[in-house]
């Protein structure tokens, strides 16, 4: 956050050596740590307040998708069905039909529409 050398952290610790005093600087110490650590919570519960309603947008819009999707594999599974039942019926229809008669010839009797061999050979 601050880049401090160590030079500069050493001017800034004998001015408040010279400014606040030997018998003072102790406890100015400790409070400044207190207030440091305060600062650190805050800002670090802020983080990851944010980073929980990120959390949630995303899941919103994970379930947004996925409900999404649901309902057209739904509308695609409605259609598939649809079109099966009337596949379904139409073979139904075709099944129940009756048969067309076929005409029968008067001349032969066999059902085998080949020529027969002579058989005087």
């Not at 500069?8 to 440091?36: D, F, N, Q, S």
């Not at 307040?49 to 994970?62: G, N, T, W, Y």
């Amino acid at each position: 956050m601050f880049d401090f050398s160590f030079s500069e952290l050493m001017v800034v610790m004998v001015v408040a050596l010279v400014v606040i005093g030997p018998e003072r600087l102790p406890k100015v110490a400790r409070t400044l740590g207190h207030l440091w650590g305060r600062a650190q919570r805050y800002v670090n519960g802020v983080k990851a307040d944010i980073a929980r309603d990120m959390a949630v947008e995303e899941f919103r819009q994970l379930q947004q998708k996925i409900q999404t999707e649901a309902s057209a594999l739904e509308k695609s599974v409605h259609q598939t069905t649809q079109s099966l039942d009337q596949q379904v019926q139409q073979i139904n229809e075709t099944v129940a039909r009756p048969l067309p008669s076929e005409p029968t010839s008067p001349q032969s009797s066999d059902p085998s529409p080949l020529p027969t061999a002579d058989k005087s050979r």
